[in-house]
């Protein structure tokens, strides 16, 4: 069993930078592949980044790329989504996530699944 704990969200103005961080425990020792999604109010849930177990390969949405990065350290359990140049339509409640599959799996965007989820963080951008 995988436990995921986000922090980092909060309320921004459009063009600033944010940190989130996605806090690993349980099963720890296993190779997951991570990853970031968002839900706006009224939207499906979509996909914004995702990262292998060790760090060597990631991917990020067509919305995201250029401005947001997700890395990860692994001597700290905790997965990262540098989020900037933040737009008011990147407003929702970010959710981590994790699973087994591997990570060119989310290269597709429309996979918006993982096996385990924490209980999200909310980003506000305001313009």
């Known amino acids: 069993q995988v436990q995921l704990v986000e922090s980092g969200g909060g309320v921004v103005a459009a063009g600033d930078s944010l940190t989130l961080s996605c806090e690993i425990s349980?099963?720890?020792?296993?190779?997951?592949?991570n990853g970031w999604f968002r839900q706006a109010p009224g939207k499906e849930r979509e996909s914004v980044a995702a990262?292998?177990?060790?760090?060597?390969?990631?991917f990020y949405s067509d919305s995201v790329q250029g401005r947001f990065t997700i890395s990860r350290d692994n001597a700290k359990n905790t997965v990262y989504l540098q989020m900037n140049s933040l737009k008011p339509e990147d407003s929702a409640v970010y959710y981590c996530?994790?699973?087994?599959?591997?990570?060119?799996?989310?290269?597709?965007?429309?996979?918006?699944?993982?096996?385990?989820w924490g209980k999200g963080t909310l980003v506000t951008v305001s313009s």
């Open positions: 990262i292998s177990w060790n760090g060597g390969t990631t």
């Open positions: 349980g099963a720890t020792s296993a190779r997951y592949t």
């Open positions: 996530g994790a699973d087994q599959r591997p990570a060119w799996y989310y290269s597709d965007q429309s996979r918006t699944n993982m096996d385990y």
